[in-house]
């Protein structure tokens, strides 16, 4: 995996499902048509359906994806092309729905110190290195570290997704 460059998109802690992807959508089966939706409820961030480009990270405190499990949550960032989510800590079920779908999960010590005193805002430009867990904010010269993809979930991401990592390691 090579370095990648983008946006911060900046969130606290706490960010549950219904802020990242609202429960009023969920009749919506196509991954594809959830980014527009993603985010539409959280304060402040209305517009990050309609702004979010390729290659943009969202940057999280504490406690990413809680809330109910639902897998729209995920969708609704990797069919935008945000590469992953930095967060110092997320909910055990969005980082199980997140490595069955494929889409990493950065677990970054420090970050939501780091923006709660402004170290890291939305807009700065982040280089990410997902093999190694480096960060780098260009805007600001911050240098975070998180804990780099291992082997399983590179594996994992690769295949697509944990059904078609299984169906490749599994004797007919």
């Known amino acids: 995996m090579s370095k990648q460059i983008g946006r911060a998109w900046v969130f ?3 960010v549950d499902t219904d802020l990242i992807y609202h429960n009023k959508y969920l009749a919506e089966t196509d991954p594809k048509q959830m980014p527009q939706y993603a985010f539409e409820y959280y304060p402040g961030m209305e517009h990050f359906a ?3 480009k390729p290659g943009d990270f969202v940057v ?3 406690n990413f994806g809680c809330g109910s499990s639902r897998e729209h949550a995920v969708y609704c960032l990797q069919y935008a092309g945000v590469p992953c989510v930095l967060a110092e ?3 055990r079920i969005y980082y199980r729905n997140a490595i069955n779908n494929g889409y990493p999960v950065l677990f970054v010590k420090g970050i939501a110190q780091a923006i709660e005193e402004g170290k890291i805002k939305n807009g700065d430009t982040l280089e990410v290195d997902l093999s190694t867990g480096e960060i780098v904010d260009t805007a600001t010269g911050e ?3 998180g804990d780099a993809v291992s082997d399983l979930e ?4 690769q295949a ?3 059904f078609q990592y299984m ?3 599994t004797q007919p």
């Open 60 to 62: 999280a405190g504490k």
């Open 50 to 52: 309609k702004e979010v």
């Open 89 to 91: 800590t997320c909910s």
């Open 160 to 162: 697509g997704g944990l």
């Open 167 to 169: 169906k490749a390691h």
């Open 12 to 14: 606290g802690n706490d």
């Open 143 to 145: 240098n975070f570290h």
């Open 154 to 157: 590179h594996d994992i991401m």
